[in-house]
């Protein structure tokens, strides 16, 4: 039985099911819904809902140039994220993550961002960015508020915030009403899978000198 606690919105499950969030989200939601059972169950009622809605539809009359301009139109997506499948057992990065990064930890490119915690930016485009985070057992991530919406998806270990505890699997979604200062749990490290869609708002100095060559 999944331990998982906090999962996604109706709302976000629906707009990945049609299709209509940036590459960032979806990485992220495809991920979690690779380790939950009860969303996975609810993304393939949303699919089927939508498949429904599509047979019911009046056929279209398609000009012949149609095929190359859904070809030309998906050229300029900012990338495709798999469909969700099962978490290999014993993996820290589920499916379909690992093959987005190609691979599993060894593969990831780390960058240290101070405090000992390390990065890795994966994507970034003017929808959205999404980034790996490896903070160490007990550190305290710098507070701060945001500007849009924050997604963190746990994949090891766990850490708390001003709204509750957050473990493997469990997904928090933030939003501009939101300030916090995330802590890493003692005894393990905590990564995560994190998206946003406007940079974050820090309260500290440091932080917000430090903000644009991190890319937060």
């Given at each position: 039985?999944?331990?998982?606690?906090?999962?996604?919105?109706?709302?976000?499950?629906?707009?990945?099911?049609?299709?209509?969030?940036?590459?960032?989200?979806?990485?992220?939601?495809?991920?979690?819904?690779s380790?939950?059972?009860?969303c996975?169950?609810?993304?393939?009622?949303?699919?089927?809902?939508?498949?429904?809605?599509?047979?019911?539809?009046?056929?279209?009359?398609?000009?012949?140039?149609?095929?190359?301009?859904?070809?030309?139109?998906?050229a300029?997506?900012?990338?495709?994220?798999?469909?969700?499948?099962?978490?290999?057992?014993?993996?820290?990065?589920?499916?379909?993550?690992?093959?987005y990064?190609?691979?599993?930890?060894?593969?990831?490119?780390?960058?240290?961002?101070?405090?000992?915690?390390?990065?890795?930016?994966?994507?970034?485009?003017?929808?959205?960015?999404?980034?790996?985070?490896?903070?160490?057992?007990?550190?305290?991530?710098?507070?701060?508020?945001?500007?849009?919406?924050?997604?963190?998806?746990?994949?090891?270990?766990?850490?708390?915030?001003?709204?509750?505890?957050?473990?493997?699997?469990?997904?928090?979604?933030?939003?501009?009403?939101?300030?916090?200062?995330?802590?890493?749990?003692?005894?393990?490290?905590?990564?995560?899978?994190?998206?946003?869609?406007?940079?974050?708002?820090?309260?500290?100095?440091?932080?917000?000198?430090?903000?644009?060559?991190?890319?937060?």
């Open positions: 039985m999944s331990n998982i606690r906090h999962h996604l919105t109706d709302d976000l499950l629906m707009a990945y099911s049609a299709g209509t969030l940036p590459e960032a989200f979806s990485l992220v939601i495809a991920t979690h819904v380790m939950c059972d009860e996975r169950i609810m993304l393939d009622s949303f699919d089927a809902v939508g498949g429904a809605v599509l047979e019911d539809c009046d056929m279209a009359v398609l000009s012949d140039d149609s095929f190359a301009a859904t070809m030309a139109l998906i300029e997506q900012d990338g495709v994220v798999d469909s969700p499948r099962l978490t290999p057992k014993g993996a820290v990065l589920p499916e379909p993550l690992r093959d990064v190609q691979g599993g930890l060894d593969s990831v490119k780390w960058r240290h961002v101070g405090g000992g915690v390390r990065q890795a930016v994966l994507q970034r485009s003017k929808s959205g960015s999404v980034r790996l985070l490896r903070i160490p057992a007990g550190a305290k991530m710098p507070d701060h508020g945001h500007r849009g919406m924050e997604m963190t998806l746990v994949l090891k270990g766990a850490f708390s915030d001003e709204c509750d505890r957050f473990a493997r699997g469990d997904v928090e979604i933030a939003d501009e009403d939101l300030h916090h200062t995330p802590i890493a749990e003692e005894g393990e490290e905590c990564i995560c899978l994190a998206a946003t869609d406007a940079p974050l708002r820090f309260n500290a100095f440091i932080p917000r000198i430090a903000q644009p060559f991190l890319r937060i």
